[in-house]
């Protein structure tokens, strides 16, 4: 994969562009359906980055899609049978971009995100040497970075706009938001649809530690997965060989390039630095390297 196939923004001038987000472009197909391009955009601590990750759109769709239809039968999804060739008139650009879009329901995305944690990382490990806590759940005394939690937890964060931070939040915050009865929902199947690929993951060699699910509701008011599932923008995944606890593990995931941000003298706020292209290959790298390891 070179930089010249890069694609950082998507234009489809037959289509009303909607949005813009970290990675993704959407498109208004008609009242019930939406176009959405998966570009190779590489947002971390929830800033862009200019340098995009070559293939990285295509290696996420391939993957949301394999977990799309594991978990078919926990849960109803955004997918339908309409290709982007049916939507795009222009062959060549539909051509383009099919690998990397899908054209899904229109849904009403809910206001948060559904994170789950095996693993004490991240903003969990942050809020837990602040407080004890992580979104209002406090764990045991003496945990150290990377150490399996006690048991899966569902630790819902604040949908940010573009350029802001999300922010942990509690589950009744979640009621606040969505009502007892869905925030119950939300919570019970996202906690069953990590640990399923959790447990196949692991059976691979991989150690699924933490992510983020999206739920929408149709006009029916049915619960549907979206956006995207277990990729390494949305998950880390660390090798199962060199994982131990003490320490941020090596991953398959956009945590190799938090690392080596980490590194640089940046506030964390846009604009993001530049990224070397031996940073850039070698995310490209992971990223092929866990849908390969997954899925073959």
Known sequence: MNSDAALFYSEIPELELLSRGKVRDIYSV????LLIVTSDRLSAYDVVLPDPIPGKGSVLTR????????MQDLVANQLTELTVADVIADTALAAGLQDRALVVKRLQPLPIEAVVRGYLIGSGWRDYQESGQTSGIVLPDGM???ERLPHTMFTPASKAAAGDHDENISFED???????????EVRDLAIRIYERAAAYARDRGIVIADTKFEFGLDKDGKLHLIDEVLTPDSSRFWPMDEYRPGISPPSFDKQFVR????????DRTAPGPTLPAEILERTAAKYEEACTRLFG
């Open 259 to 266: 690392d080596y941000l980490d590194t640089l003298d940046w």
């Open 63 to 70: 993957i949301s899609l394999r977990w799309f239809d594991m």
């Open 144 to 146: 150290q970075q990377a």
């Open 30 to 33: 008609d009242d019930q359906h």
């Open 174 to 184: 979640v009621v606040d938001l969505i009502g007892t009865d869905r925030a119950g």
